[in-house]
C-alpha cells in the first residue's frame, strides 16, 4: 500500500498533483510519501511488537536527512555504514545511542569519530577491525559494545549482486571462525563483546534462507554462552524483500512470527535494519518523455531520467512498474517499447519490451518503487545534475534536496597552474 494514486485522472502523491509539481521543480525529480514512510515504518513495528526489540532503519537505502528526520520522529534508530551516513543520522536528531555502525571496512578515523560521537554500537566484521577498534576505544576512553557479525553461509535466493550470507561473499566471520573471534575480542581491552549480528541479503522474497540463518544463530549463541560470553543482543540485519512487479514477499507479520520463533526465547534485545521495506513503496521518480522513436525491430521512449537517476533497472535487472501521470483512458491499446534515457550506454534503461499506452514528447511518467536505492546510488554520469528530492506530506511539499546545477559541479574541479589561461609552460 502507498499513497500514490489517482484523483481526477491524474496521479498524486498524498494531494498533491504531479504535474504541477513537475511544472514546479522540473524534471526528473524523486518524490517521496510521509503517509507511507510511516505506514510502513508502523506495519514493520507492529510485526515485532511483542519482542524485546527496536528499529534502526539501514540508511543506506534512503539517507536523504528530512527522511532520516520523518522516521526518526517515529521513534526509529539508525544503522549506518559510513562515517558520512552516521553525520546524516546525527544530523537528523537520531540519538548517538540508537544508531549502530556496520560495514565490512570501518577505518580508524571512521571509528574514533563514532566512538567520539557517542556511537558505541559497533558490528564487527574481521579479526583486524577488532584489534584496531579496541585501540580506538582505548584512545577515547570509551567502551564498545560490539557484536560480531557472523556469516551463516545460508544462500539467501536473491540477487547475486544483494546476496550477503554465503561463505564466498566478503561479510561477516565465518560461523566456523566465529568462537575464536569471540574469544580474542573478550580478551582485548575496551570492548563489551554482547552481541550477535547477522544480514544475508536484500531483497528477500521467502522466510526459509531467513528460518535457516536464524536458527544458526540461536545454536550460536547457545555456543557462545557455554564458552562463557554474555550475550544480550542480536542484530537480525535488514533484507525483507517488497513487491516491485509480481513477486509475492512475505508480510513483517510473518517474518515477525518466525524471528519470534527462531530466536524469540533467548532473551536477547533484538535489533532489526530494515531499509527497502520501510522506504521502497514510499517514493517514485518523475520523469517526462523527451521523444518516442520507432526503430525497425523496437519502439524507444526516451525519458530524460536516466541510469545516473535510478541504476537499480541495469545493475540488478530490477523491475520497476511506470505509470503514465494522466490517467490512461480505459480500452486504449498498449504498445511494447524500451523507456531509455540519454546516456551514452545501451544499459541505460528503466525497462524494456513495457506495455504502456502511446506516448508524446512532454508527457509524464511515474516510476514507482523508487525510494529505495534510488536517489542514494545516483551519480552525475554525462554530467547530469542530481535530480532533486521531494518530501510530499498531505497537500505540503518541500523539496528536501534541490537539483544540483552544472556550476555545482565544475566548481569541484579546477585545472592545475600549467593548464590555468595565460600560463605558457609545457
Ligand atoms: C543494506 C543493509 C541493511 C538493509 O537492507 P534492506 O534490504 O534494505 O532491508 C541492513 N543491514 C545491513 C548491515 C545492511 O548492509
Redesign the pocket.
Known amino acids: 500500500m502507498d499513497h500514490f494514486q489517482y484523483r481526477n485522472g491524474e496521479l498524486h502523491a498524498e494531494g498533491v498533483a504531479l504535474g504541477a509539481l513537475a511544472e514546479a521543480v522540473g524534471t526528473p525529480f524523486f518524490c517521496y510519501s510521509t503517509a507511507t514512510l510511516a505506514r510502513h515504518y508502523k506495519v514493520f513495528e507492529d510485526a515485532i511488537a511483542g519482542l524485546n526489540a527496536g528499529i534502526c532503519y ?1 540508511i ?2 534512503n539517507s536523504n536527512i528530512a527522511v532520516l528526520a520523518t522516521l526518526g520522529r517515529l521513534g526509529a534508530g539508525a ?1 549506518v ?1 559510513s562515517g558520512g551516513e552516521m553525520v546524516r543520522a546525527l544530523e537528523a536528531g537520531i540519538a548517538p545511542d540508537k544508531i549502530v555502525f ?1 560495514g565490512v571496512g570501518k577505518t580508524r578515523d571512521e571509528l574514533d569519530r563514532a566512538l567520539a560521537a557517542g556511537v558505541t554500537h559497533i ?1 564487527v566484521e574481521s579479526y583486524p577491525e577488532l584489534d584496531i577498534l579496541s585501540a580506538a576505544s582505548q584512545a577515547t576512553g570509551q567502551t564498545a559494545d560490539v557484536a560480531i557479525r557472523v556469516n551463516p553461509d545460508v544462500d539467501a535466493k536473491t540477487h547475486e549482486k544483494i546476496s ?1 550470507g554465503r561463505k564466498e561473499d566478503k561479510f561477516g566471520i565465518d560461523l566456523a571462525l566465529a568462537r575464536d573471534a569471540y574469544r580474542h575480542a573478550a580478551e582485548l581491552p575496551g570492548l563489551n563483546v554482547c552481541g550477535v549480528a547477522m ?1 544475508i541479503g ?2 528477500l522474497t521467502d522466510l526459509t534462507p531467513y528460518r535457516e540463518a536464524y536458527t544458526r544463530m540461536a545454536e550460536m549463541v547457545g555456543v557462545l554462552r557455554a564458552d562463557g560470553h554474555e550475550i544480550t543482543h542480536l542484530d537480525m ?4 524483500g517488497i513487491t516491485y512487479g509480481d513477486e509475492v514477499a512475505p508480510t513483517p507479520a510473518e517474518y515477525g512470527t518466525m524471528v519470534a520463533e527462531t530466536v524469540g526465547n533467548l532473551g536477547c534485545r533484538l535489533t532489526f ?5 520501510i522506504a521502497g513503496n514510499a517514493g517514485i521518480l518523475v520523469t517526462r518523455v523527451i521523444f518516442v522513436k520507432q526503430g525497425t525491430a523496437k519502439r524507444f521512449c526516451i525519458v530524460d531520467g536516466a541510469m545516473n537517476d535510478l541504476i537499480r533497472p541495469t545493475l540488478y535487472s530490477a523491475h520497476h512498474e511506470i505509470v503514465p501521470v494522466t490517467e490512461q483512458q480505459s480500452g486504449v491499446d498498449l504498445l511494447e517499447m524500451d523507456v531509455v534515457g540519454p546516456i551514452c550506454e545501451t544499459g541505460d534503461y528503466i525497462a524494456k519490451d513495457r506495455a504502456l499506452p502511446p506516448l508524446d514528447s512532454g508527457d509524464l511518467l511515474a516510476v514507482r518503487t523508487a525510494g ?1 536505492y534510488g536517489a542514494v546510488m545516483a551519480s552525475t554520469y554525462n554530467t547530469r545534475p542530481l535530480a532533486p528530492e521531494i518530501l510530499v506530506d498531505g497537500d505540503d511539499y518541500a523539496v528536501i534536496r534541490r537539483r544540483f546545477t552544472v556550476q555545482d559541479m565544475l566548481a569541484l574541479e579546477s585545472l592545475p597552474p600549467w593548464l590555468e589561461s595565460g600560463s605558457t609552460t609545457r
Open positions: 539501514a543506506k537505502a544503522d555504514v556496520s558490528n550477503t544480514h536484500s531483497q540485519g535488514g533484507g525483507l535494519e530494515p531499509g527497502r521495506m529505495a
